[in-house]
């Protein structure tokens, strides 16, 4: 989107909003966000109700937009400032919105992104065992999620990434890999890497002090992935830097947002943005 197509949108809040209700429809009529009846009747308070199941909804409801409390043309400020990949630090004062709301809404936005992702429902299912920290379940609570260190095996074929979870690997048997198979392992800061492992270029986790890293042994040389020019991992490197401290339970949301960005690299991400945020929560990850 062209700047002059950007002002356009946020000159007010009217526009803004309009902008967001036409990608929460895409091209459809409305529906009812819980059982997709298009029976729909309005209020006189403007809301909706279904004339399948009765819920009464706005246009935003059950869609991650709702989340946060920003406003339309703030949101779509946002996106444009994460397109251009500024941290939560240099947007709060560009927004004029407090640090934490600034955060908040890039977690939501980072959750939509990876909701959006092909195995989704393999990653926001309970049975992966990971806590991606989006309720305020509190970090102590958090430390008892069942996987705590996800591994996620990297294969880059054509131009396109794959990041998959390992949901029977943990980082441990990483680790006992790397011991007793000489499979080779490489550091960069919180995050382990290894050399190819089966079909995969490097398999991957986030680790924290709670795991002894002292097994993890570097032996000068670099792992496949290192020797990779113009590849997902020298574009994700420089990135991972960026985000200040990477924790195993951000790690997740990272990875993926870093697949899609590299995924659609060279296209205009601010649609495909809007488009991630404008969609339903999906049921799997309802809280
Ligand atoms: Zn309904």
């Known amino acids: 989107m062209d700047l002059v197509e950007y002002e356009r949108h946020v000159r007010s809040e009217q526009a803004a909003r309009r902008y967001l209700l036409k990608r929460c429809l895409n091209g459809s009529k409305p529906r009812c966000p819980r059982c997709a009846c298009q029976r729909l009747y309005r209020l006189a308070d403007q809301r909706l109700r279904c004339g399948g199941c009765r819920y009464t909804f706005h246009e935003f409801t059950r ?16 996106l444009k400032l994460f397109e251009l990949e500024l941290t939560a630090n240099r947007m709060a004062p560009e927004l004029r919105l407090s640090y934490n709301t600034v955060y908040k809404a890039m977690t939501t936005l ?5 909701a959006g992702a092909l195995d989704a429902p393999q990653l926001l299912h309970p049975s992966s065992g990971i806590d991606l920290g989006l309720t305020d379940t509190p970090e102590e609570e958090a430390h008892a999620a069942v996987n705590r260190y996800p591994v996620f095996g990297i294969i880059e074929k054509n131009g396109w990434v794959f990041i998959d979870l390992l949901p029977h690997v943990q980082a441990e048997n990483v680790l006992h890999f790397n011991l007793h198979f000489s499979l080779k392992l490489t550091r960069m800061g919180n995050i382990v890497y290894t050399d190819r492992f089966q079909r995969y270029d490097a398999l991957m986790f986030c680790g924290d002090d709670r795991l002894t890293f002292n097994y993890v042994n570097i032996r000068g040389k670099s792992a496949y992935v290192d020797s990779l020019s113009g590849s997902f991992w020298a ?3 420089t990135r991972l830097r960026r985000f200040n401290g990477v924790t195993p339970r951000r790690f997740p949301l990272y990875l993926k ?5 590299y995924n659609h690299r060279g296209e205009d ?5 809007a488009d991630r945020l404008c969609a339903l929560v999906p049921d799997f990850a309802q809280s």
């Open 257 to 261: 947002e870093l697949e899609f960005r």
């Open 235 to 237: 574009f994700a490197r």
């Open 269 to 273: 991400l601010f649609p495909l943005l």
């Open 63 to 78: 869609r991650f937009v709702n989340r946060g409390g920003l406003s339309c043309r703030d949101w779509l400020r946002l």
């Open 110 to 114: 980072r959750f939509a992104i990876l």
